[in-house]
């Protein structure tokens, strides 16, 4: 995901994973007593240890690195031989490095978007976003939108890339097509979007593999994280985009391999009592609507809650929008075959990572729903706790977590290396590196990956201000995704240029954070409560002083009207329908006033703002036969090659032969 993305992404809800430690639940006074933790409830005796946590620690360490050299020994050996038998038909320049253009067959494109979706975000996310208690879970109606919309953003990439392929068969990446479609400063502002969402991707995989080494396995976070950064990074360089299709298809096979065992085994060993109907199903903790049921830390197992209702728009609105910024996922539309294989693979794709995510986060429903997760237990392994592999104090104590400490090994080193092909690819549409030699992409490259590298590699993953990232990162993309897409429509060539695209996104901002402030200001005294778990730190009791150390919003200031809006509002749904909105208000604006000009019979009056934003001199009226990277061949998906393109590939706007001026 992008999406996922995203993407994954983004794991986009990871700020309600651990949003409330132990410590400060204590002083919620209307959150009642504090629960014994409970991981093996009645008639289910705990699992007896086949070994200690130093054994389980071994054990992972050992099997993790087999897999991870495996994977980037396969990488780098296939490039080089791929390299000794082709270097005379395939020219291994920027183009080819960031696109493999037209080399991959629907096989391997259905297995790069499913493996290249999915990161170690899945092993953490889903259980928690669904089973969380405190108000925070969604539930079963979150469960269904969180999968769904983490897999269809996938063919909506692969339509949307048929139809940039098809308009302009030379560009290069998502942000290459707006150069050619709105001009110079839109298409550098969307690069910088698309960086930052990408490396908050992958500051996501390195944190969450981190906290999983760290955390579940009792071992040092930063080593994994700086394996698995060197090894993707290595081969990913020395390879490019091919190398890293190639390389998802046997991450994905392990990936596979490694969840039937997963789902055969909770099949098997799940024997937890499941009460129907759970008592105190959805209540608010907050009102002590709980205190008189089995359900103190108010799970709500359907999802009709707020957080559920909210899923219904929220999750479409940030994983669809975070896709959409996010090159890993368009680099499989240049890298197609054909349509066939395109749309035929994001389908396969979409269907893999639907049924992943639901699976996972049907574990975390069923883990609040069977008892198994108390107020004690670390929010990023429900999945574990399902499992019965959690010991009390959150760390592995049965075989099938080192399945999934696999599993997820698999799935970060697919992810990453997908990210990181992605940053190459909006690196090279970069005019200052754009046709120079593929040696600078690799160097810009490496340098964007060492300071990811560094920040991801810190103790047991990264902080909260990190995670807060994933809610700036979505709303920044929702500011913008209608613009972008809306360049794709070809009737608004003569009525939308750069000007009107950089111009909606910015006002959507401003726009968005006048609201936020707003509402910051007049709902004060609840958010600055929920802030300090219920504590009033205005009167700063004895009973919360320790909560009130560090609580955030309790000061009534522009600043933290800002933080609150941008990193701080939990995902509320007005919070992403407000820059959808005025982005696609303005937009239209834009083309009204350009029309309404053109019926009046006089000249435009804003070049840029509403004229065309075509720009025929940047693209010949006749493609060339022939490309730099392929010599007029291409290689389809079982490495043979096919005849060069068709006329309806090489198709040209209309608006290229109209002589219409360029943006300026």
Known sequence: MAAANWLGLWSIHRWCLWEASPAKRRCNPAAGQRTTASFAPPGKQKPIAAMDLSGYQALVWSLAGVLLAS??????????????????????????????????????????????ALGAWVIASPPAYTGSGFGYGAGALGLVFYSLSS?????????????????????????????????????????????FNMSVAMLAEFSTIGILFGVYLGSKAYAITVVVGLLTLAYTTYGGLFVSIVTDQVQGIAVVLFFSITVIYVAADFRYTLPNPFDGDCCD????????????????????????????????????????????????????????????????????????????????????????????????????ATLGALNENNNINKWIGVVVMLLAVAMNMSAVDSLQNGLAAGLASIDVLKGRSLLWTRVVLLLINVPLITLGARPNGLDLKVLELFLIANMVCCTSAIPVLLGLVSRLHRFVGGASMVFSCLLSI??????????????????????????????????????????????????????????????????????????????????????????????????GFTSTATHPELHPAAPPSESSSDHGKELGGDGQFMAKRTSDDDEVPAALHEGQAPVV
């Open 71 to 116: 994977f980037a020994g396969f990488a780098i050996i296939y490039t080089y031989l791929r390299h000794r038998k082709q270097q005379s038909l395939i020219q291994f320049n920027q183009e080819e490095f960031v696109t493999a253009r037209r080399q991959v067959g629907v096989v391997r494109i259905a297995w790069s978007f499913f493996a290249g």
């Open 151 to 195: 897999g269809l953003p996938v063919i909506m990439i692969a339509f949307a890339g048929e139809a940039i392929r098809r308009k302009v068969p030379h560009v290069l990446s998502l942000t290459d097509f707006m150069g050619w479609r709105y001009g110079t400063v839109a298409k550098h502002f969307v690069v910088l979007l698309c960086l």
């Open 285 to 384: 903790v907050a009102s002590g609507a709980c205190a008189d049921t089995t359900n103190p830390q108010g799970f709500c197992l359907t999802g009709t809650n707020k957080a559920g209702f909210s899923s219904i728009f929220v999750m479409p609105a940030s994983l669809f929008t975070a896709t959409v910024f996010s090159e890993a996922m368009w680099q499989r539309a240049w890298a197609s075959a054909d349509k066939r294989s395109l749309v035929r693979g994001s389908i396969l794709g979409c269907t893999g990572i639907v049924l992943v995510v639901f699976f996972v986060g049907l574990c975390g429903i069923l883990a609040a729903w069977g008892g198994l997760i108390a107020e004690t237990t670390d929010g990023n392994l429900y999945f574990f």
């Open 510 to 607: 401003l726009l968005t954070s006048v609201y936020g402030c707003q509402y910051y200001y007049s709902q004060w005294d609840p958010i600055r409560l929920n802030a300090a778990f219920g504590c009033d730190c205005q009167a700063l009791t004895p009973d919360c002083e320790e909560t009130c150390i560090g609580s955030k919003y309790q000061q009534k200031n522009f600043e933290s009207a800002m933080n609150y809006t941008w990193m701080g509002n939990g995902y509320a749904w007005d919070f992403f329908l407000i820059p959808l909105c005025v982005s696609l208000g303005s937009m239209m604006l834009c083309g009204a006033i350009n029309y309404g000009l053109e019926r009046a019979g006089r000249r435009t009056a804003i070049r």
